[in-house]
């Protein structure tokens, strides 16, 4: 069955550096586009990044552009998101979702997601 | 960007009622709608995309409807298991947004 596990997340000072992952399986990685959605401490969904399923197209969310960049390692099956420059609003679970790669943007399923703590 | 704007914010309802929640974007979107459940400390679930197509899994008492500018999420027949937080999201362009949230508690 699919699964997506992130990791990396963890409590850093404003304006310091962190690097999640996320390591999918059962299904074909390479295949398929990826995002990363963020949810504060009892607030909503916002979208953050996503790649095309072969690297070659990204886009991130105006709240993040410039200082975090999400990448993906086919040959390693895995999904990346560097956040540099951290702030206190950046502090969020972040989920790394897989989409199905239709005609619109959706995402058929999370990983658990891993908290991102930003404090000083 | 598309702004998303869900109502109501809370919804009180008993098990057995029907339930709808209605989510309205800033611009017509071309069926790219999608509705999520979320349970507290867990990651949100997929319900319904495209509009109206139920994920695989989901009980038929989800359903969605809608067009243009204009969605809806029902729930034909509250279950203990629904009371939960629902979330829209459009999908027709990057990036994506979501409506912020409609939590279904117990009366």
């Known amino acids: 069955q699919v699964q997506l596990v992130e990791s990396g997340g963890g409590v850093v000072q404003p304006g310091m550096s962190l690097r999640l992952s996320c390591a999918p399986s059962g299904y074909t990685f390479s295949s398929y586009g990826m995002h990363w959605v963020r949810q504060a401490p009892g607030k909503g969904l916002e979208w953050v990044a996503a790649i095309w399923f072969d690297g070659s197209k990204r886009d991130h969310a105006d709240s993040v552009k410039g200082r975090f960049t999400i990448s993906r390692d086919n040959s390693k099956n895995t999904l990346y998101l560097q956040m540099n420059s951290l702030r206190a609003e950046d502090a969020a679970v972040y989920y790394c979702?897989?989409?199905?790669?239709?005609?619109?943007?959706?995402?058929?399923?999370w990983g658990q997601g891993t908290l991102v703590t930003v404090s000083s | 960007d598309i702004q998303m704007t869900q109502s109501p914010s809370f919804v009180s309802a008993s098990v057995g009622d029907r339930v709808t929640i209605t989510c309205r974007a800033s611009q017509g979107l071309s069926s790219s709608l999608v509705w999520y459940q979320q349970k507290p400390g867990k990651a949100p679930k997929l319900l319904i995309y495209a509009t109206s197509s139920l994920q695989s899994g989901v009980p038929s008492r989800f359903s969605g409807g809608g067009s243009g500018t204009e969605f809806t999420l029902t729930i034909s027949s509250l279950q203990p298991e629904d009371f939960a937080t629902y979330y829209c999201?459009?999908?027709?362009?990057?990036?994506?947004?979501f409506g912020g949230g409609t939590k279904v508690e117990m009366k």
């Open positions: 999201q459009q999908g027709n362009s990057l990036p994506v947004t």
């Open positions: 979702v897989r989409d199905p790669g239709t005609q619109f943007f959706y995402f058929d399923y």
